[in-house]
């Protein structure tokens, strides 16, 4: 049974500058165990969505639900410490403590932890993000900024969340760093996690289950990667893309004469690799 975990009905948000609001109307819901992307251009109001996801702003109409509560309920955003993680962009950016181990079991403590449990999920979440324990007693100021940014999600991750909600989480860092955080997002949705994540790479995106696609504060389409990604020409239009599977095997299909949609609109280059070597007269 599906249900839902985040609940968007008709939500506006302005920061009382510029002309148009950051979010005009949105309305979308998250179901529980799955990831669900959110895209769109630069300033088309996805971390405005994703504070308001967490609690920490409120709509200024419509309502947000996350686990049952509307977030407008002042009990329900203190009920919501902790199940709700949350991992603004450039979270880097807000470490405080004087070492790592601090810093990440500065959450968990502040949920009321005891000693031991609050070290066990230090020492679990660092091993998680695939950083070493060595490095736990180090200050984070001698980390480099993508150990960094591991260290901030290791923190929010020691709160067990049941819905985290990340802003782009791999901006910024190198391939390998990009591809441990994507393996990362992928064990959480495997252990059941609800994860929320905004990116800028429509190759995450299509690894999800939904994506929530926003152009200029507003809704322009939501659905299964496969069906949003179907709509190449609108996304173009937004200044987005599909993925580089999709786009490749397109362009294949327009060389070789195939009809569109032949290759089976592969979303990634497994699916891809598998397509061409099945389909492409002449190759076998
Ligand atoms: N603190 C703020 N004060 C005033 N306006 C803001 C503030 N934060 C965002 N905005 C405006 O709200 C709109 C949406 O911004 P938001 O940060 O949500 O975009 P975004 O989709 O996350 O962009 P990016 O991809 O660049 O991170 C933009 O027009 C921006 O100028
Ligand atoms: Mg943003």
Redesign the pocket.
């Known amino acids: 049974m599906s249900e839902e975990v985040v609940s968007v009905r008709a939500v506006s948000y302005g920061?009382?500058?510029?002309f148009r609001p950051?979010l005009d109307g949105v309305s979308f819901a998250v179901e529980r165990g799955h990831l669900t992307s959110i895209v769109?251009?630069?300033?088309?109001?996805?971390?405005?969505?994703a504070r308001l996801l967490c609690g920490l702003s409120l709509p200024d109409s419509g309502e947000i639900r996350v686990l049952g509560q509307p977030t407008s309920d002042k009990r329900c955003r203190r009920a919501l410490k902790g199940r709700v993680g949350y991992v603004m962009?450039m979270p880097e950016r807000q470490l405080f403590c004087d070492t790592v181990a601090e810093d990440i079991a500065y959450g968990p403590r502040n949920l009321g932890l005891g000693e031991d449990e609050t070290r066990r999920r230090v020492s679990e979440t660092i091993g998680f993000v695939g950083l070493d324990e060595s490095l736990l007693d180090l200050s984070p100021f001698e980390l480099s900024g993508g150990q960094r940014r591991m260290v901030a999600i290791a923190g929010t991750l020691a709160m067990g969340p049941e819905v985290l909600v990340m802003?782009?989480p791999t901006a910024g860092l190198d391939p390998r760093g990009r591809r441990r955080l994507e393996a990362v997002v992928g064990n959480l949705r495997d252990a059941g996690t609800t994860v929320v994540l905004?990116t800028?790479s429509m190759d995450m995106a299509a690894t999800g289950d939904r994506v929530v696609v926003?152009s200029q504060?507003r809704l322009l389409m939501e659905g299964a990667p496969r069906e949003v990604f179907a709509h190449e020409t609108e996304l173009v239009a937004v200044g987005l893309g599909i993925p580089a599977a999709l786009s490749f095997a397109h362009g294949l299909e327009r060389r070789r004469g195939l009809p569109r949609g032949r290759l089976g609109e592969p979303l990634d280059l497994d699916a891809l690799a598998d397509a061409v070597a099945r389909e492409v007269p002449g190759w076998r």
């Open positions: 920061y009382g500058t510029g950051a769109g251009q630069t300033g088309s109001g996805k971390s405005t969505l962009q802003d782009e905004v800028h926003l504060g």
